[in-house]
Structures are given as C-alpha cells and as structure tokens.
C-alpha cells in the first residue's frame, strides 16, 4: 500500500465560518490499482505531513488520526467491491435495506460573499439547475447574514434553502436570527450555535425557538454515532460526514441511528475531489438531503465521478467500488 498527499487548488477562496480556503490538502492511498481519498480539514486542526507519518510508520489503524482511518476504510472496501463487482452501495443495502426510493436533489454551496451583486448573479445562475442551495453564513456580521439569505431568496424564489451557520452565532443571537429569517422559508437551519456550548445549549435554543421555525439540524456537535441519542431530544436532523465518522462504516451506522431516533439526514461532504465527494454519494438514496459539491469548488478536479443532471438530479457512475475514475 502507498500513501501520498495531494494539495488541491480552489478556484476561488471559500469563506465559512471557521476561515477562509484558497487549498485544502487530501491524503489518497493505493493498492492493488484501487485508490481511495479522504480530506484534511483545516479547522479540525490534523497536521497532514503528521499523519502521513504516522501512516507509514504501520502504526495500529485504530490509533491513526481519522483522515487516515477514513481513507484505509475507503481503499477496503473499494477493493472488495470491485472484486465483487458491486458498487459501494451495495454494502450500505445491506445493513440499511433498500432505499426509500431515489437520491434528494443535488445541492450547491457557496461561501460567505464579500460582495452581494456577484453573489446574487451566481445564486440566480446555480438555481436554474439546482432545486436546493446551501448558504454559508456565521460571518461575524449578523447584518451581513442577513442580507446574504435577503439576497438569495431575492435571486432565487423557488429555491429551496439551506442555512448553514457552521456554528457562528452565539447561542443569544441564535433564536432572534433563526425568527427573523423565517420570512426567507429557509428549508433548514444547520449548526447555529458553536459545539463547544455543548447540549444545555441546544437545549435553551430549543425552548427559545420561535412557533413555526425551521428544522434545525446538528453538524459539528453530531460527530459520530454516538452523538445521535443525545441530540435526538433537541435537533431534527443531523449532518452525516464520511470524515467525521473517520470511515463508510460508521457514516452507515450513524444514518441508521438518525432513522432509529426519527432524525432527518443531510449528507454531506468537505471540500475534496470527485473521489471523495462519489464515495459518500453512495449513501445518497438512504438522506433527505445531500450537500454533495466539495469538488466544484475546486481548480481542477483531477477525478470523474458523480454528475448532476440539468434538473440538478443526482448520477451515479456505472462502475463497481467507488466508481470514480482519474481524468
């Protein structure tokens, strides 16, 4: 097995609440012709020269940081699967059951604009194929949040929107955003408040909340599996992330505990190539959301895969594994 990393170009610099990226950095490793990705993030503070050390010093893989455990996880069952002859999703049927029919609607992303006129062209431009965008807000500027979501309902009046705070308002601010942005018929809230006010936080926001408010959904503060049961009382949904989970078994398991408790699922995906953004697309027919879109962000993608169709419909790759496959 090999292991490198990979620095990929964005194609322009994506501002969320955690900071601002002009490059994110992939570990991909490879064997037996099979090779499989997964992404460093810069504000889950994981050194990528440090883990590909760590990787290559054959240290336990349950004592590897999780870009590495997430991506010997990929490249196991990639290399099953193709053995197999079945794709990645196969597996997720197995343990999940059939699909309750097929994928949600693709969705796109954008960054927290520094100017509303470019941003509300791109928002018209991405809504005559997408159903579903994802605005980054959390800007510092609870006036700027505003005008950004003002703007993109303005642009975009049949657009489904999803509200992505990453965590940017204090837990004070929350519920007075969340009401005054009812009028923009968000289609739901992710990540208001920060995850390290913990679930007495989530608590308070939850009694605060206004009568009719959004479904409010938990990215950062929803982890991994065992995070479900205890936000299930407080949340109506949970963001599932291959990375999080640090393997495709455990974003499995983790929609199954979102189904056991009658949470919602959005998945999603980090800014990544093709290779990673199709890994987690396997899961897609078991979410009410996908936010499946890292690799548009990029310069040059230097993987094909998973497609939107002119709808913004959801295709998969004919092809077993993964399905992706170099440029």
Not at 116 to 124: G, H, M, N, S, W
Not at 129 to 138: A, D, I, Y
Not at 192 to 219: K, N, Q, S, T, V
Request: charged share 20%; net charge negative.
């Amino acid at each position: 097995m090999t292991a490198s990393l990979h620095q990929l170009a964005l194609a322009e610099p994506f501002r969320i609440a955690h900071g601002v990226s002009s490059a994110r950095t992939v570990l991909r490793v490879e064997q037996e012709g099979c090779v499989a990705e997964a992404p460093f993030v810069p504000y889950y503070g994981e050194n990528p020269e440090a883990t590909l050390a760590r990787l290559q010093s054959s240290a336990s893989p349950a004592d590897l940081p999780r870009t590495a455990r997430l991506a010997l996880n990929l490249l196991d069952h990639e290399i099953a699967a193709r053995a197999a002859g079945r794709p990645l999703a196969a597996w997720a049927e197995e343990r999940l059951g059939l699909p309750p029919g097929p994928p949600p609607p693709g969705c796109r992303s954008l960054g927290i604009p520094d100017d509303l006129a470019p941003f509300a062209e791109k928002v018209a431009s991405l809504a005559r194929q997408f159903r579903v965008l994802k605005l980054k807000l959390g800007s510092g500027d609870l006036g700027l949040d505003l005008a950004i979501v003002s703007v993109a309902r303005r642009a975009a009046p049949e657009t489904e929107l999803i509200l992505d705070v990453n965590g940017g308002w204090d837990p004070t601010e929350a519920p007075l955003m969340i009401w005054k942005l009812m009028d923009y018929r968000p289609a739901l809230v992710e990540q208001p408040i920060h995850h390290r006010h913990g679930l007495e936080a989530w608590r308070d926001l939850r009694a605060e909340l206004p009568a009719g408010a959004p479904p409010i959904y938990a990215d950062e503060s929803a982890q991994t599996v065992e995070d479900v049961p205890r936000l299930a009382a407080v949340v109506e949904g949970v963001n599932v992330k291959l990375l999080k989970c640090g393997s495709f078994d455990g974003a499995v398991a983790m929609v199954a505990a979102a189904r056991e408790h009658g949470l919602g699922v959005l998945l999603g995906c980090m800014v990544e190539s093709s290779l990673g953004t199709t890994a987690a697309a396997h899961l897609a027919p078991w979410a009410d959301w996908i936010d499946l879109d890292g690799h548009f962000h990029l310069a040059d993608d230097d993987y094909a895969g998973i497609e939107y169709a002119g709808d913004g419909s959801l295709v998969m790759p004919d092809r077993p594994g993964i399905g992706a496959v170099p440029r």
